[in-house]
């Protein structure tokens, strides 16, 4: 969504950006990133590469994204969640989200096919078996 206080091609990047947030914030979850680091703080992004089975490389890569999402940080210690990531992004937590990021994530595909959807008045569908209910 656009914000009114940000200036207009900034918020417009940040839009044209979301994908990617989500897809990194996706993939952290289903790995079990968030896991990981709550019952293991401090961990390095080696340890976090064994632990989700990811390379070393990724991890870092992961890692670092998800700190500039303000889902883990990086401290003297080594890698932490945040305070909301341990709230709703680990396997019972307070409020435990991760099963809807999942979902949302499962449904990216069927959007790829909106422009022809929107040409030919096609349904999109994320399994595009008949039997599955549209989503647009």
């Known amino acids: 969504m656009l914000s009114s206080d940000e200036e207009p091609l900034a918020a417009l990047m940040r839009l044209s950006m979301g994908a990617w947030a989500f897809k ?13 680091l709550a019952t293991r703080p401090g961990a390095t992004a080696e340890m976090v590469a064994v632990g989700v089975g990811v390379t070393e490389r990724g991890a870092e890569a992961l890692l670092t994204a998800c ?23 680990m396997r019972g937590g307070e409020r435990y989200v ?27 569908a994320w399994d595009p078996a008949p039997e599955m209910t549209s989503i647009f």
């Open 24 to 36: 990194t914030f996706a993939v952290a979850v289903e790995i079990g990133l968030f896991d990981h």
């Open 67 to 89: 700190a500039a999402l303000g889902l883990v940080q990086r401290g003297d210690a080594g890698w932490t969640v945040t305070r909301t990531a341990f709230r709703h992004l």
């Open 98 to 124: 991760g099963d809807w990021v999942r979902y949302v994530d499962r449904q990216y595909g069927a959007w790829e096919g909106l422009e022809e959807s929107l040409r030919t008045g096609k349904l999109l």
